[in-house]
């Protein structure tokens, strides 16, 4: 069993940045796909960003293409979301998910996919 651990949100004024960690314990790292989803209030969860377990893939929604990062340490068991150039319209609970992958180059973007979830970080982004 695979346990995710979020952190890093908080809040912060349009134009500025985040970076948003999760932890992984309880299972193989190096061998987890890897996602960011958010929800806003009223909203349905939305794809965020994903990475394969070697870091060859990664895939990005439009939205946030060119101001957010992810990465992954896999010796740290940790994924990130290097969140810059923040709107209001990025407010939301920001949630990393994991799935086993046994190729390499790995990706998903659908929350469906994903076995494991973290309980959440919230991030407002005043205007």
């Known amino acids: 069993q695979v346990q995710l651990v979020e952190s890093g949100g908080g809040l912060v004024q349009a134009g500025g940045y985040l970076r948003l960690s999760c932890v992984a314990s309880?299972?193989?790292?190096?061998?987890?796909?890897m996602g960011w989803f958010r929800q806003a209030p009223g909203k349905e969860r939305e794809f965020v960003a994903a990475?394969?377990?070697?870091?060859?893939?990664?895939e990005y929604t439009d939205s946030v293409k060119g101001r957010f990062t992810i990465s992954r340490d896999n010796a740290a068991n940790t994924v990130y979301l290097l969140m810059n150039s923040l709107e209001p319209e990025d407010t939301a609970v920001y949630y990393c998910?994991?799935?086993?992958?046994?190729?390499?180059?790995?990706?998903?973007?659908?929350?469906?996919?994903?076995?494991?979830w973290g309980q959440g970080t919230q991030v407002t982004v005043s205007s």
């Open positions: 309880g299972g193989t790292f190096d061998s987890y796909a």
């Open positions: 998910a994991a799935e086993p992958a046994s190729w390499s180059a790995t990706i998903a973007i659908h929350a469906g996919v994903y076995d494991y």
């Open positions: 990475i394969s377990w070697s870091s060859e893939n990664i």
